[in-house]
């Protein structure tokens, strides 16, 4: 039995969930905030001194990684995001799909490869996991309200997802290799 990996949220849907957030959400050109915090900022804050910290904004696609339980039992305040890179499987080179299909397999793990899907015009994509993020769950709340439609990735998809990102970081790194 093959599992519809994705639907669409609208506001025009009879769902009572449709505008809650969930793990699986994608979000285009979302702003994240990068602080540019230096060791002398660190330092005035340990001082605690005044200190200005500067801040890039990124419009980066993302994707929700937050867990839906937390989200809807308001159990966070922050959402945690990971970048999401729409690809086209046509434009690659013989390497770059040699590098989709370890990716596909798993043998890349700091990175997850997510379907197309044909009738929402929604292309390929890579989760990459080394890259991190967190907005505010009220700020994330109202763009999800503001939109008319966004993707959702799901079951059981979206659950593969986080068992990647969560075998990701739960590697356990020794200091030398171990020669076995």
Known sequence: MEYPW????????EKNNDLTLEQG?????????IPKVTPQDIEKLHKKQDVTIETDVNILDIIVMSQSCDLGQNNVNEVILCSWTPIDMHALSKNQKNQIKEIS???KHNQHLLKDETELKHPFGIVDFT???TTPKSGLTLVAEALD????LLPPYREHLSQAFARYFMRVGLPVPTGI
């Not at 959400?25 to 905030?33: A, E, N, R």
């Open 131 to 133: 890259k991190i993020y």
């Open 6 to 13: 994705y639907e669409v949220i609208s506001k025009k849907s």
């Open 25 to 33: 959400d994608i979000f285009l050109k979302y702003p994240v905030l």
């Open 149 to 152: 439609t966004r993707v959702r």
């Open 105 to 107: 397999k798993g043998k």
